[in-house]
């Protein structure tokens, strides 16, 4: 987010001061174009004049249905994997 916020900025300057067709608004150009197709789908409604997130999507999701549980995952996560990661 904070280099989406500075980027924005730079957008923003670029275009007002006059450099539309620069290479480098056209660069950043691409940048957003490129960050935002890989974006996930959102569904939502507006009740009481106020937007509510139903739920979303993703096409390149890290999520997997099939081992979230604290039950039983039938074996797809080995739980000695988590022994990695150690507090800072």
């Known amino acids: ?3 989406r916020d500075t980027l924005a900025v730079e957008y923003s300057t670029l275009v007002y001061r ?3 067709f620069s ?3 056209e660069a950043l150009q691409k940048l957003v174009e490129t960050s935002t197709s ?3 789908a ?3 409604s507006a009740l009481q004049g106020r ?3 139903i739920g979303r999507s993703a096409p390149k999701s890290l999520y997997r249905a099939d081992i979230v ?3 039983d995952d039938g074996g ?3 739980q000695r994997d988590a022994g990695r990661f150690h507090p800072p």
């Open 1 to 3: 987010m904070r280099l």
């Open 18 to 20: 006059g450099f539309w």
């Open 23 to 25: 290479p480098e608004r």
């Open 38 to 40: 890989q974006s996930p």
């Open 42 to 44: 959102r569904r939502g």
């Open 51 to 53: 937007p509510h997130l």
């Open 69 to 71: 549980t604290f039950e």
């Open 76 to 78: 797809a996560y080995d």
